[in-house]
């Protein structure tokens, strides 16, 4: 089974600093592997994914994240961040068709929360 | 854009009471999923679909959720009876046909069981 490690529970950060937000997964087979964002009282809006080829994946609002496959990590950066990011991230993985036999459910992180300071 | 749909938005139910919550997906997608997510973790596997079959409920506690997609459209999750520790936030997602593809959310369902 596969597993995700979000190392920090909560990130502050001043506003116009550049951010990283670690994440580290654990599997036996290759994985796809996602962020995700969600605002407070909200679903999960898909920031990034990895799927294969090039190991830097750029998203939306200006992240992206690289794929170190001998660190097994994931980590999410951002240059220079907006009060506006404030919220909770998400790091998941799951796996690919056919290995994982057509179950494909996200195991997420237990979330970082990205506090923006004025 | 089309949105994952779920009502109701919040539900507060006693303990031993049957509750029971809908999600409509983005129309053509086939595989769909619930999630629970507990107050400050991550979202949790509880069932997946692809159409109207069950792909995946083996985190699902069958003795008291059950979960149906009955004509491969919506569905509908439900917990008979809710227990305190079923306070939570109820997640369904969809996708084309899973896997590679992005799971879009929907605004959630969150449960106080009292």
């Known amino acids: 089974a596969q597993s995700v490690t979000q190392l920090d529970s909560q990130v502050p950060v001043f506003e116009e600093a550049p951010v990283e937000l670690r994440c580290n997964y654990s599997?036996?087979?290759?994985?796809?592997l996602f962020w995700y964002v969600q605002y407070p009282n909200q679903g999960l809006q898909l920031l990034l994914k990895?799927?294969?080829?090039?190991?830097l994946v750029k998203g939306i609002n200006g992240f992206e994240a690289e794929f170190n496959k001998s660190q097994t990590s994931f980590h999410l950066r951002k240059p220079s961040v907006h009060i506006s990011d404030t919220a909770e991230y998400f790091c998941a993985v799951t796996i690919p068709f056919p290995i994982g036999g057509g179950a494909d459910g996200l195991t997420f992180g237990k979330g970082t929360h990205l506090i923006i300071q004025p | 854009e089309a949105e994952v749909a779920q009502s109701p938005r919040y539900k507060i139910t006693e303990k031993s009471q049957a509750v029971a919550f809908w999600c409509d997906p983005i129309?053509?997608?086939?595989?769909l999923y619930w999630y629970r997510q507990i107050l400050g973790q991550g979202p949790e596997l509880l069932v997946q679909?692809?159409?109207?079959?069950?792909?995946?409920d083996s985190q699902l506690p069958k003795d008291r959720f059950s979960a149906e997609r009955l004509k491969g459209v919506d569905s509908t999750l439900k917990i008979q009876p809710a227990e305190l520790g079923d306070s939570a936030m109820y997640l369904c997602?969809?996708?084309?046909?899973?896997?590679?593809?992005?799971?879009?959310f929907g605004p959630g369902t969150r449960l106080l069981v009292l």
């Open positions: 997602a969809s996708s084309l046909v899973g896997g590679r593809e992005t799971q879009y």
């Open positions: 990895y799927l294969s080829g090039s190991t």
């Open positions: 679909f692809q159409d109207e079959s069950v792909v995946d």
């Open positions: 129309s053509g997608h086939a595989t």
């Open positions: 599997s036996s087979v290759s994985v796809y």
